[in-house]
């Protein structure tokens, strides 16, 4: 079985605004394998997150083509879209979208009960990943009674539930304090690391990004260089 969970193969978009052609992404290649956290690294408007949506499958319009676990999903139809995000890719964003009305535990059971598992199994894998995220005693708490740290763990969480293949995030601590972001993101690659889950984090933070195993970084639509972080060792690919 291969370890490579992501491949791209000259992935571009573009878009019309009003005469003018906007080339957003202009040809990208690269691997992410499993067990690797890789930062996407780049200023507001560099292309990360029309990356992330590329690759999590959210829009279409793009050119090249994207391999996740060793299927070309650039073409497949609009259900097997879904089920591939249901089944293989887990999703973080800068602001939680936790649903309101339910609980934390509620929130990362739903995904679960979506995919086929039973209520007991997914109440008990909820309450096994917000208790590994200190979250245990806050299980039957809605969101509007959480903290903004909390909130994020339990997007954390939400997005492992189903134990994806791949993990896409987008500014995933872009809104909390500087320490309280530190917490999250060292629980989120814990969290990463023991499913052996291969995770594509964008960020415009230099300090979060040296502290992944290797950076991509991406300016005007292509990717400028890439290089080792702190926390790994330098090769070709992402």
């Known amino acids: 079985m291969s370890d490579i969970v992501l491949e791209l193969s000259g992935l571009k978009r573009s878009f019309t605004q009003g ?108 309450a096994d990943l917000l208790g590994r995220l200190g979250l245990a005693e806050r299980l039957h708490h809605k969101p509007s009674k959480l903290s903004g740290g909390e909130q994020q763990r339990v997007a954390v969480a939400r997005a492992l539930a189903n134990r994806p293949l791949l993990v896409l995030a987008d500014e995933p601590t872009g809104n909390l304090d500087e320490a309280t972001a530190d917490r999250v993101f060292d629980q989120f690659v814990s969290l990463v690391r023991d499913h052996g889950s291969a995770a594509l984090v964008a960020t415009h933070n230099e300090r979060l990004a040296a502290r ?17 972080s702190a926390g790994g060792s330098e090769n070709g690919t992402l």
Do not use: C, W
């Open 19 to 126: 005469d003018v052609m906007i080339d957003v992404l202009r040809g990208i290649d690269a691997t992410l394998r499993r067990g690797e956290i890789v930062a996407l690294l780049g200023p507001s408007g560099s292309g990360k997150s029309t990356m992330l949506q590329a690759v999590g499958l959210l829009e279409g319009g793009f050119g090249g083509t994207i391999f996740i676990d060793g299927e070309d999903v650039t073409r497949i139809e609009q259900g097997e879209r879904t089920k591939t995000r249901r089944e293989k890719i887990g999703f973080v964003y800068q602001f939680h979208h936790l649903l309101p009305d339910f609980t934390a535990i509620e929130n990362v059971v739903l995904p679960q009960l979506i995919r086929g598992a039973s209520p007991d199994e997914a109440e008990e894998r909820g």
């Open 212 to 228: 992944m195993d290797r950076v991509l970084r991406l300016h005007e639509g292509r990717i400028e260089t890439q290089v080792a």
